[in-house]
């Protein structure tokens, strides 16, 4: 802490190698020769921004001899330009974000990610008058209500408003967002359409039985108790912020709709990692000494690592807020707080590692819902997932790291082949096998199939 706070005057002169030796006392190999030093990296105000927070505050980018500055930005399309256009050397990021620019939809540029910053870390609130709604359909133990809470005690309520004309508006933070999937697979799993997207119209409303827009993270709750949504989909800690201001009930987890799957990344351009090859190392291994040590001791470090993200330059919120969702717990409905243990995972299941089949489900949703408009062949979400993807990059960082005493080998997974074990264990039971992407969009309910398109308000083909 003390070393993070100097000026980068007095940290030259103490050297990098002295630093390391104060904060780590490890053995170290040769520090890498960087190429840029002097670094800018975005973020949103989302407890997941963690793992960036915790490099630059512990002195790990300084270990690597890195001088970051950490800039929290508006939103998540200001933060990608941001990254395309060079203000920002690196951000973290959706999920999706790096793959959907490389693909294309949106603003097109060739992005990649060496290091996936945590698995889970998001839920859907609803509304006060909706969920008191939703509730007669809600099965009952010990006068609390049994979860998973489906879609399916939902799909009522949305009739009861649809017979009566009106619009039933959700929330989600940005089309490309692993929260615009989360809501969607669970709608969809409980027999709610959500809407599809087509190549002329992009509001993802087009045949939807409910409304999805998009609001800013830190902006939902607001925007839930204007009543200009009735629920959302968001990260910490915007739905335990609802939960504190009694405006709103998060009703299911993403550990619960579609567990241990990527939900944030460090994101940047693939010509910058060309050029400064060494200097996407060193972040990537800062990266990942902070997710090993938010991860440490069974968690030991959590409520150090509230305490410096409820700062104002960071998340900004409270630290009661933080911890009710980042130390183990997860409140739902006022004084219902129950044991989540993996809610926010930095480090344990090898969450760091950038997975090939996270990026294939990720590609598998927007086929789904039309952001990729027409079919594509399996081996085309392999060869994007490997454009995009770069566990490479990871086990280099992950070998220099074990051989500087700072990791232990047992901590990565040196044998993958990128892919994580095919399973059912999501809410709708589909089983998902990313080797075999059409096969699992077809056994679908609701989505497109394989050869089917959406022109104007139809769907095509099939």
Not at 149 to 174: Q, R, T
Not at 264 to 269: N, S
Not at 368 to 390: C, F, L, N, S, T
Request: proline residues 6%; negative net charge; contains cysteine.
């Amino acid at each position: 802490m003390i070393f993070a706070k100097l000026s980068k005057g007095v940290r030259a002169v103490l050297g990098a190698a002295v630093l390391s030796a104060l904060v780590v006392p490890a053995a170290r190999a040769e520090m890498l020769a960087v190429e840029k030093d002097e670094l800018k990296f975005g973020f949103i105000k989302l407890t997941d921004m963690v793992p960036l927070a915790i490099a630059k505050e512990l002195g790990f980018f300084e270990d690597e001899g890195l001088y970051v500055t950490l800039e929290p930005q508006a939103n998540w399309k200001v933060l990608l330009d941001r990254v395309i256009t060079g203000e920002l050397d690196g951000a973290h990021m959706l999920s999706g974000q790096p793959i959907a620019a490389t693909i294309g939809f949106g603003t097109e540029a060739h992005m990649i990610t060496p290091f996936s910053m945590d698995l889970n870390g998001n839920a859907i609130t609803m509304s006060n008058e909706i969920w008191e709604r939703m509730k007669p359909h809600v099965p009952v133990e010990g006068g609390k209500a049994v979860h998973p809470i489906k879609a399916d005690y939902l799909k009522p309520v949305i009739d009861s408003y649809k017979a009566e004309g009106k619009p039933f508006n959700l929330g989600v933070v940005f089309p490309v967002s692993t929260h615009n999937y989360e809501m969607r697979y669970w709608l969809a799993a409980g027999g709610v359409h959500p809407g599809f997207y087509s190549q002329t119209d992009i509001s993802g409303q087009i045949q939807g039985d409910v409304l999805i827009s998009v609001t800013p993270p830190p902006q939902m709750p607001a925007t839930l108790e204007s009543g200009t949504i009735l629920g959302y989909c968001v990260g910490e800690p915007w739905n335990q912020q609802a939960v504190f201001k009694g405006i709103g009930v998060p009703i299911i987890t993403d550990f619960e709709i579609w567990p241990s799957r990527s939900e944030k990344v460090f994101g940047l351009r693939a010509d910058f990692a060309e050029q400064y090859p060494n200097t996407t190392l060193a972040i990537t291994k800062a990266l990942i000494r902070a997710a090993i040590w938010l991860d440490e001791n069974n968690n030991a470090n959590r409520a150090e690592a509230v305490r410096i993200i409820s700062q104002p330059e960071y998340v900004g919120a409270d630290e009661e807020v933080i911890a009710n969702s980042m130390t183990g717990t997860f409140e739902y409905e006022k004084g219902d707080k129950r044991e989540v243990p993996d809610f926010n995972v930095f480090f344990r299941y090898f969450a760091t590692y950038p997975y090939y089949s996270d990026a294939v489900w990720y590609l598998t949703q927007m086929r789904r819902w039309g952001q990729i408009g027409e079919h594509k062949p399996d081996d085309w979400y392999q060869e994007i997932a490997r454009k995009v993807y770069k566990p490479e990059i990871y086990l280099e960082a992950a070998r220099l790291l074990v051989e500087e005493g700072k990791a232990g080998k047992d901590d990565f997974p040196w044998d993958t082949d990128g892919y994580r074990a095919p399973h059912a264990n999501n809410i709708d039971g589909v089983h998902f096998d990313a080797r075999q992407p059409n096969a699992f969009i077809d056994s679908l309910s609701i989505g497109l199939k394989s050869n089917q398109k959406v022109e104007g308000a139809e769907v095509v083909g099939g």
